[in-house]
Structures are given as C-alpha cells and as structure tokens.
C-alpha cells in the first residue's frame, strides 16, 4: 500500500513539475510591456514576442504551443484575412521566468496609456 500512494504522490509532482512558469504581457508598446507570471500548460513553452509596423514597435510574452514557436506571423485586421497590419515573430525558450524580466516598475500606467493610444489608432484606422 506504501509503495503506490509512493508511485502515486511521485508521479503526481513530475507531472506538475513539466509546467513552466513565465511572464505574460498582452500587448506591449517599445520596451514597456505590463506583466504578470503565468503557468504554461503541457506542451506549451515560454515565448517572447517582437514586432511592429513603421515606428511603433510591440511586444508580447506568455505561454505557446511548441509548434507555433520561433516563427513570424501577420497579425490582421479583426475579420479579415489580407490586411496586415504588424508582423510579429514569437521566439520561445524552456526555462522557468526565461522569456525576459518582467516591465519597468511604475511603468504599468505608462504602459497602459500607450496601450490606450494604440487601440485608438487602430480603432481610427479600421473605420
């Protein structure tokens, strides 16, 4: 009876130990991206995400599938598939906390204000 409450209690924290824990931003504009840590499923790996369009650039960071790693997509207009508006190439890593510091402390208002800016723009430009 030990021996599998053993086999149970060790397979229980080997399964639990295979999540990663990384930082996540949404959406980030130049170096200031508000983030938070998260726990990646099983199969998923830590990412960091750059990209942009003319001057703006923008960062992400979270969990990804490990088949969606270190590739470059367009991001679209919502609702269509042919107007791009930024590339983004996610790069992933396995490591706990390895997809970069977390943001600037203080700067999750600045953060959010230009978050507040984009959205606008984008909103402006879709009309």
């Given at each position: ?84 508006i ?22 999750s208002?600045?953060s ?16």
């Amino acid at each position: 009876m030990n021996r599998i409450v053993f086999v149970f209690v060790a397979g229980l924290a080997f399964a639990v130990g295979q999540n990663l824990e990384c930082y996540k931003c949404s959406i980030g504009l130049w170096n200031l991206c508000l983030t938070t840590k998260t726990m990646c499923n099983v199969g998923e790996r830590c990412f960091s995400g750059e990209g942009g369009t003319g001057d703006v650039k923008i960062k992400m960071k979270g969990c990804l599938e490990v088949a969606k790693c270190n590739q470059t997509e367009n991001v679209n207009l919502p609702g269509t598939s042919n107007t791009t508006i930024y590339k983004m190439t996610k790069t992933c890593c396995n490591t706990n906390l390895c997809n970069a510091a977390p943001g600037l402390p203080g700067a999750s208002a600045l953060s959010l204000a230009a978050v507040a800016m984009f959205s606008l723009l984008a909103a402006n430009f879709m009309v």
